[in-house]
């Protein structure tokens, strides 16, 4: 059996197909109800856009141009075919407007709505027309103002209880211990720059505020077994991204050679290789579970376990693209080079050294954790909406949680060695504090997780 991806999205697929069989005849009145309600809304939301928004809509050698009914123009440079569907698909003029702006626009297009709602949430401050979050002295950058105020936005600020409610988002969280692992990034060159860099590379961050990345490695030893490694972590990282199931439920047998994978409540047809989950625990002890890197033969990376290399042994000018450090990069980024085996990697943002100014979607690192084998089929797996990141990166997290004081002070310790003149001011106790916040949002994120 090949567990692809392809492969855990059509089972999923067929149950749900099951699934809606068996309730069809329960929920056909309210099916009407629901497209009655759906079309009403559509209706309405036509016309409180007031379409047609434009009268023209070009897209000539990469530069969309739109003319709206008032017969004013707008034009961007440097256009995608997706910006000309989204521009298709807007319903009101500042969507389009949104959608016409480049990067630098949208750094010095913080609304005063933004900036007022931020400014007035309990998690930030302002001094000297900068805002941090409370008790750390590391101003947020504008980009990231700008996102935080958009999903505070969200909410009816109006209602009794809605910070509480905002502060439970799943996104405003997830922001909020990414940017408190950039506060504990020695290098504040590279906390300035990262948030900026993953959203200009459409690369996503998981609930615990770490972000995904690809890359390639050199396979070491190939046999049998090394197709088990492969088997192990496609299926622990599908059941849990795709299926959204615990692989605790499930185990992997053997039969004739190839392996299946099996709910463990149901009867073995082969010989039971072990449950899923401690499998993927237990890959890093495995003799077969070895890669390494194209360039020097020497990197030793392992499904399930994390890869680093001493900060100080790293490049951390922003201005170079390619230099010293361990290389992750998003889809844009030709990252074939880097071995034969495709891979997806999780970084934690404290770690990140340098997010090169002028790179096509390439950064440096001193850490990150190799998460799972990829197809080539599978290369751009991030891209799929059926495959959710929210929960794949529990076992690195778990992993950097349990020395975190240790492993940042050591950073710093590290980043000394370089003489930068980048290094922010932050006392062991804002260490500690961090630590402590970090530690406790994951609790809270830990009971809210759906038992299955």
């Given at each position: 059996m090949k567990f692809s991806f392809n492969w855990f999205r059509t089972k999923k697929r067929e149950e749900e197909l099951l699934d809606k069989e068996e309730e069809l005849l329960d929920l056909r009145i309210r099916k009407e109800e629901l497209i009655v309600d759906s079309l009403e809304r559509e209706e309405q939301s036509r016309r409180d856009a007031k379409l047609p928004l434009y009268t023209i809509l070009k897209f000539v050698n990469d530069v969309l141009t739109v003319v709206f009914t008032d017969g004013s123009m707008i034009t961007k440079s440097s256009a995608t075919i997706d910006d000309f569907v989204a521009v298709k698909e807007a319903l009101s003029t500042k969507e389009i407007l949104d959608i016409m702006k480049g990067e630098e626009d949208v750094l010095d297009d913080i609304t005063k709505t933004d900036i007022d709602v931020v400014c007035h949430f309990p998690d930030f401050e302002v001094a000297e027309e900068c805002i941090y979050m409370n008790g750390i002295k590391r101003s947020l950058p504008p980009l990231l103002v700008k996102r935080f105020g958009e999903i505070l936005g969200k909410f009816d600020r109006t209602k009794a209880g809605w910070e509480t409610e905002a502060m439970n988002d799943l996104e405003y969280s997830s922001l909020k211990k990414f940017w408190l692992k950039c506060c504990l990034n020695p290098n504040s060159q590279s906390a300035e720059d990262l948030y900026t860099f993953l959203s200009?590379?459409?690369?996503?961050?998981?609930?615990?505020?770490?972000?995904?990345?690809?890359?390639?490695?050199?396979?070491?030893?190939?046999?049998?077994?090394?197709?088990?490694?492969?088997?192990?972590?496609?299926?622990?990282?599908?059941?849990?991204?795709?299926?959204?199931?615990?692989?605790?439920?499930?185990?992997?047998?053997?039969?004739?050679?190839?392996?299946?994978?099996?709910?463990?409540?149901?009867?073995?047809?082969?010989?039971?290789?072990?449950?899923?989950?401690?499998?993927?625990?237990?890959?890093?002890?495995m003799t077969e579970n070895r890669y390494t890197d194209a360039h020097t033969h020497t990197m030793d990376y392992r499904v399930g376990e994390i890869a680093f290399i001493p900060r100080d042994e790293c490049d951390d000018n922003n201005q170079v693209s390619c230099s010293r450090g361990l290389h992750c990069a998003n889809r844009e980024y030709n990252y074939n080079g880097f071995g034969d085996t495709p891979i997806l990697v999780i970084v934690n943002p404290m770690d990140v050294v340098a997010s090169p100014l002028n790179e096509v979607g390439k950064l440096r690192t001193s850490r990150f954790f190799f998460a799972m084998i990829l197809d080539k089929e599978d290369g751009y797996i991030l891209d799929e909406k059926e495959f959710d990141v929210t929960d794949l990166g529990d076992v690195f997290e778990e992993k950097c949680l349990a020395n975190i004081e240790d492993h940042v002070h050591k950073s710093f310790a590290e980043e000394v060695k370089r003489h930068t003149l980048s290094i922010p001011e932050i006392s062991d106790k804002d260490i500690e504090s961090i630590s402590d916040s970090l530690r406790k949002m994951n609790e809270i994120i830990k009971d809210r997780v759906v038992k299955q």
């Amino acid at each position: 059996m090949k567990f692809s991806f392809n492969w855990f999205r059509t089972k999923k697929r067929e149950e749900e197909l099951l699934d809606k069989e068996e309730e069809l005849l329960d929920l056909r009145i309210r099916k009407e109800e629901l497209i009655v309600d759906s079309l009403e809304r559509e209706e309405q939301s036509r016309r409180d856009a007031k379409l047609p928004l434009y009268t023209i809509l070009k897209f000539v050698n990469d530069v969309l141009t739109v003319v709206f009914t008032d017969g004013s123009m707008i034009t961007k440079s440097s256009a995608t075919i997706d910006d000309f569907v989204a521009v298709k698909e807007a319903l009101s003029t500042k969507e389009i407007l949104d959608i016409m702006k480049g990067e630098e626009d949208v750094l010095d297009d913080i609304t005063k709505t933004d900036i007022d709602v931020v400014c007035h949430f309990p998690d930030f401050e302002v001094a000297e027309e900068c805002i941090y979050m409370n008790g750390i002295k590391r101003s947020l950058p504008p980009l990231l103002v700008k996102r935080f105020g958009e999903i505070l936005g969200k909410f009816d600020r109006t209602k009794a209880g809605w910070e509480t409610e905002a502060m439970n988002d799943l996104e405003y969280s997830s922001l909020k211990k990414f940017w408190l692992k950039c506060c504990l990034n020695p290098n504040s060159q590279s906390a300035e720059d990262l948030y900026t860099f993953l959203s200009h590379h459409n690369m996503k961050i998981d609930r615990h505020g770490n972000f995904f990345a690809y890359r390639s490695v050199c396979k070491v030893n190939v046999g049998k077994e090394t197709k088990l490694v492969k088997v192990i972590s496609s299926a622990y990282n599908n059941v849990k991204a795709v299926w959204k199931k615990k692989a605790v439920n499930y185990r992997i047998e053997e039969l004739n050679g190839e392996y299946s994978m099996h709910k463990v409540t149901a009867e073995p047809i082969g010989t039971i290789i072990g449950n899923l989950e401690t499998l993927f625990l237990d890959l890093p002890n495995m003799t077969e579970n070895r890669y390494t890197d194209a360039h020097t033969h020497t990197m030793d990376y392992r499904v399930g376990e994390i890869a680093f290399i001493p900060r100080d042994e790293c490049d951390d000018n922003n201005q170079v693209s390619c230099s010293r450090g361990l290389h992750c990069a998003n889809r844009e980024y030709n990252y074939n080079g880097f071995g034969d085996t495709p891979i997806l990697v999780i970084v934690n943002p404290m770690d990140v050294v340098a997010s090169p100014l002028n790179e096509v979607g390439k950064l440096r690192t001193s850490r990150f954790f190799f998460a799972m084998i990829l197809d080539k089929e599978d290369g751009y797996i991030l891209d799929e909406k059926e495959f959710d990141v929210t929960d794949l990166g529990d076992v690195f997290e778990e992993k950097c949680l349990a020395n975190i004081e240790d492993h940042v002070h050591k950073s710093f310790a590290e980043e000394v060695k370089r003489h930068t003149l980048s290094i922010p001011e932050i006392s062991d106790k804002d260490i500690e504090s961090i630590s402590d916040s970090l530690r406790k949002m994951n609790e809270i994120i830990k009971d809210r997780v759906v038992k299955q």
